[in-house]
């Protein structure tokens, strides 16, 4: 670990190691969880009724995809400057705005005219996307001990998936019945009464507070999970080889897990979203019916959450190292496994073939998830309090450029093969490589939780 204790007091982080987890703990961590599912509802509504937008606006898919790109850009953006916000004004305050911003932009969105404005409603949107996932990350991480902090990061960061599933249920019926301007505007003042639940339920954690020299407010907040008098002090981490605080997230000492974070960050996305968003083409190119690969896909969704959940268990106990390590390997391996059975479909593929072709989809959204969700939890303990939204944020920003990446190099990678999918995977398995080398790369890991 990082962190050390100064003398004569312990931090707050030390103290929760003490105890189990208090009723005001995991009412943070539900708050959170809600903000990342309505986050993933706002954000992921324009994919699920876009037939009926490009209908309304007249226009093809390839003058939409202005449209739906520009939450993908937002976010990214939104990721890094709210994580700047959040280190600035408090996580409380920079998820009440970031839950404003991105509500009132649904409400706006509904209100489009043509592709230039919704995409300028959905860029908004996305900025506000973004500083809410990396604050809830941060937020839920400082308000658990070390012993349920990895799950807990790993399990909200199925948060935004869930959010969409829920959109894909409700959100034909809602535009059917509404329209889909109502859809939006329905979604967008629903989702706003989150700035209500945010400033009743939410306190900065004591750790945060402690970092700006917050005493007193500190004690204050702590008094809701800690029983008698404990004399809190702000945590230390190691800088440039001695022990103190560290001016920023440029600090030399954190060189190594930046540069591990922005490495797997990408190379993960890269995968995730080549294979989430490019498989229906390859596959049904293959042979696959649009339905049938399409299957394989909802089960790659299905697997990528069972396997964010898993890996907070995993890294708690065996330490986050040794994990990222398998799953850039295991990765590396399934994705070969994948293209050498697409690549051997025949023209008329078997049940049998089809079954193995799905089933690797699954297992690699299981891994490359895990991946991701697994950055999450060494970040959530590698970055001190005092700009951990920061660094989280520099993650999230990584995975944007990774899920660019995927969206525009994606087709042509496909087309530069013809009927091969080989530059296509070849790609991805040196995507997994990366992850693995980051792995090492990063010198920050979380080690095996011990009783």
Not at 280 to 295: K, M, P, Y
Not at 320 to 334: C, D, N
Not at 421 to 428: G, K
Request: charge should be neutral; hydrophobic fraction near 55%.
């Amino acid at each position: 670990m990082t962190n050390s204790t100064p003398a004569g007091g312990m931090t707050f982080v030390e103290a929760m190691n003490r105890i189990p987890m208090r009723p005001f703990q995991w009412l943070i961590v539900a708050t959170c969880m809600l903000i990342l599912v309505s986050d993933g509802i706002d954000l992921q509504l324009l994919g699920i009724i876009a037939p009926l937008v490009m209908e309304d606006f007249g226009v093809d898919r390839s003058t939409f995809g202005l449209a739906m790109g520009a939450a993908l850009v937002g976010f990214g953006l939104g990721s890094w400057a709210g994580g700047v916000i959040g280190d600035r004004l408090g996580r409380r305050y920079a998820l009440a705005i970031a839950a404003l911003v991105f509500s009132l932009a649904t409400i706006g969105a509904g209100t489009s005219t043509g592709v230039w404005s919704m995409a300028f409603w959905r860029l908004i949107g996305g900025l506000g996307f973004g500083s809410a996932y990396a604050n809830a990350l941060t937020m839920a991480s400082e308000w658990t001990s070390d012993k349920w902090r990895p799950i807990t990061v790993s399990t909200l960061s199925v948060g935004t998936p869930i959010g969409g599933t829920i959109v894909g249920w409700l959100g034909p019926d809602l535009a059917a019945a509404r329209g889909w301007d109502g859809t939006f505007t329905f979604f967008g003042f629903l989702t706003l009464t989150l700035v209500v639940i945010i400033l009743v339920a939410l306190r900065d954690s004591p750790s945060f507070l402690l970092s700006k020299g917050k005493d007193e407010l500190a004690r204050g907040h702590a008094a809701k999970v800690l029983d008698g008098d404990f004399e809190l002090v702000a945590e230390e981490h190691k800088v440039s080889g001695t022990t103190g605080k560290a001016e920023g997230i440029l600090d030399p000492s954190y060189m190594r897990l930046n540069i591990g974070i922005g490495i797997a960050f990408a190379a993960a996305a890269l995968v995730a979203y080549s294979i989430l968003s490019w498989s229906t083409t390859f596959l049904t190119a293959a042979g696959f019916t649009l339905a049938e690969a399409g299957n394989a896909v909802s089960i790659g969704g299905i697997t990528s959450m069972v396997g964010s959940i898993l890996v907070g268990a995993a890294m708690r106990q065996f330490g986050s190292k040794p994990v990222m390590v398998v799953i850039g390997a295991v990765l590396m391996v399934i994705l070969v496994a994948l293209a050498w059975a697409v690549e051997a479909l025949p023209a008329v593929p078997s049940a049998q073939d089809k079954t193995i072709v799905t089933a690797l989809v699954g297992a690699s959204g299981a891994f490359f998830s895990a991946g991701i969700a697994g950055m999450y939890v060494i970040m959530a303990a590698g970055y001190p309090s005092s700009f951990r939204s920061t660094g989280i944020g520099l993650g999230i920003l990584m995975s944007r450029i990774g899920a660019v990446g995927a969206t525009a190099l994606g087709g042509w990678l496909l087309d530069l093969g013809g009927e091969s999918v080989v530059p296509f995977f070849a790609v991805l398995v040196a995507s997994a490589v990366l992850i693995l080398a980051a792995a090492i790369v990063v010198d920050r890991h979380v080690p095996p939780v011990t009783k």
